[in-house]
């Protein structure tokens, strides 16, 4: 089990991710993709960690976990206010600022 | 070799069920799904000798961030609606492709000159003693941190309230 496993399976995750965040178009699905990019970010900091013997790609995951989870929260909120004000979770029909 | 089975199975398992996330016409499953990529992720860390961060992974993400989606989809009354897809879907898998194609050619390319790793042992008395050591510590990140997450608290309480 070398290092490019665990690497790949980041990428793979991270591509996945990317790819749904940049075509969902409900807001809800949008904010998953992203926490599944952050899941492979999180697995190549730990590999990192891992094999150079360092504590430090640990403590990054920890710190990421930590804004991921501020993130989510506050990501929700603004979900669920732009649903309470417009009734739309589409991200192409919050436009409300170009009108 | 038991190794080895973990590993692949959980990939398998974390990319499929992430692969799903996005596919998946019903949003409510794709939520449940994106659950099952948290508890491999879990099991990935604890193949990779990170105890302590595969406890967190549990608690924060199959816990909090899950049930904080789950309630966002069932406040937002999507499930009816689906999860469909945008005007970008064939430029976004392109871009994502390419990225993916990039990243394992690098990935691959480099040759990774790291011992092979040491038998992993218990991670959280270390974890806690090199976030809090007085000298090259983690002390004031974890202070902003616990600054940021007050501040989310207070920014989710003022968003969301009503009218009042």
Redesign the interface.
Known sequence: ?????????S??????????A?????A??V???I??ML?GV??AL??F?????L??G??F???V??????????G??????L??ARRV????RADMMRE | MG??VA?WLL?LI??GS??G??FLKN?FR??LL?LL??FC?AG??IL???D??AG??VL??VG??GI??L???M??R?GE?G???????I???L???A??GM??WA??KTG?T??S??L?EP?TL??GL??FSLERG?VL?FEI?SL??L???I??IT??RGKV
């Open positions: 089990m070398g290092i490019e496993h665990f690497l790949i399976l990428a793979i995750l991270f591509s996945i991710g990317l790819f749904g940049l075509s969902k178009s409900n809800v699905v904010l998953m993709c926490e599944i899941q999180n697995i730990v590999a960690s891992r094999y150079a013997a504590l430090t640990q403590l995951a920890l710190f976990i930590t804004v991921a989870a501020a993130e989510i929260a506050v929700l909120a603004i979900v669920i206010a649903y309470r979770v589409e991200v192409e | 190794e080895q590993f990939s974390a990319v992430a692969l996330v996005i949003i794709a939520a994106l990529v948290f992720v990935i860390f990779l000798g990170a302590f961060l967190v992974q924060i993400y909090a961030v904080l989606i309630m966002a989809i406040l937002t999507e609606r999860s469909p897809f945008g005007r970008f879907k430029p976004s898998a871009i994502s492709i990225l993916l990243l394992i990935f691959i990774w790291f011992p790793p040491p992993p991670t270390k974890v090199s976030l983690w990140p941190a940021l997450l501040a989310a608290i920014g989710t968003l969301i």
